[in-house]
């Protein structure tokens, strides 16, 4: 186990009709100028946006609502946010929704604190964070985890490039996890959640640190529970035990528990960043895409015995040579995805199988213009990305 430094800030609020405790957190975490953040409008016609509004009214407090974010969330939506919180001086930003609105706040909340600093130098690392405002988030999808984690995720649109900034600035203040407010969940987006929560543990359990038994034992116990609970929130995201269940999950496979002592790999998610940044693809159909591609190519000698250990703790896999339990692991799990109904390569996004000049540009995007390597678990030059994504295209 490698030494660790954790702080985990934010007060969880969980629990069917926690949403009603929303004010009164806003209140105890300091707001009194609220910007209210939120997406396309799923919030809007479900009424729970109006609910918000009226519980701050009714709490004295002064709001305004910024709408519009989208999907894989654009830095330029973001400025016109910061633009926005300066204007009326807000002193808390709410999120209401899920990873993108969460990640949009948490940049208005840096740019508001920050306004003499381009946003996008935090996230290149050219500036270094050191202040911003309180964010509140009323969670309605489980998925990035981002209610409890230190990343923000932003697209910047003029260079394709989609980046995570990592600080404990982003923890938020407080987490609002009322299971109900996902029961009007698309099956594709909840299929796309219960994947991206899968991931964040993935992408840590694949590490190079041996002997490191107690998040090697939550992450197992942790998949477990989501692979049980996956499918059941996609037929039905009304099933609120369930859908409680998957929404816990999705916070805690992404505060960083499951990966404590540990080395992050998390060279799917940067694959699947890339990927998203060039065709705007939900976040976890572009980690499912190529999950199996990675897993193919890092599973190799000394990889299977992580993989079988993989197999027979989570997936029950009784086999007792390790490269046949890793290879049946993986199968599984790539059948999995294929119940949840999330793409298994690359076609199955649906933009048809890439020439190479495209699979090029994909491993430019990955690999920062070859300036970097990715994942722990095994090193992947840009070489190996370029690989993984011939491999997840169907090119052999
Ligand atoms: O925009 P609205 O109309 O609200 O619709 C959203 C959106 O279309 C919809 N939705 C959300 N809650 C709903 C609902 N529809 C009906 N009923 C509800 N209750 O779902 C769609 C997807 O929303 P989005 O916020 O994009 O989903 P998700 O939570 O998966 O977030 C994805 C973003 O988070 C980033 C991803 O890269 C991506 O940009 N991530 C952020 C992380 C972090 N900050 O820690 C870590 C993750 O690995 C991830 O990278
Ligand atoms: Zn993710």
Partial sequence: M???QYWLKTEICFGAGSEAKTAELVRKHGGTR??????GGSCVRSGLLDRICRQLQEEGLSYETFGGVQPNPRLAHAETGVQKALA???DL?????GGSVIDTAKAIAHGKANPETPLWAFWTRERELERSLPVGVVLTIPAAGSETSDSAVLTNEALLS????STDFNRPAFAVLDPCLAATLPPYQAACGVTDILMHTLDRYFNPVPDNETSDAMAEALLRVVLANGKRVVDDPSDTHAMGEIMWCGSLSHNGLTGLGGKKDFAVHQLGHALSAKYDVAHGASLSAVWEAWADAVAGADG???FARFGRNVWDIREADDETAARTAIARQVQYFRELGVPVSLPELGFGKLDDEALDHLTDLCSYGNT???GSFRVLTAADMRAIYAAANGDH
Avoid: N, P, S, W
């Avoid at 989609?162 to 900034?165: A, C, F, I, P, V």
């Fill in 2 to 4: 490698q030494a660790f």
């Fill in 34 to 39: 609220i910007l209210v953040v939120y997406g």
């Fill in 88 to 90: 009326m001086d807000a």
């Fill in 93 to 97: 930003i709410l999120a209401v929704g």
């Fill in 162 to 165: 989609k980046r995570g900034l």
């Fill in 304 to 306: 299977y015995a992580r």
């Fill in 372 to 374: 970097r390597t990715i």
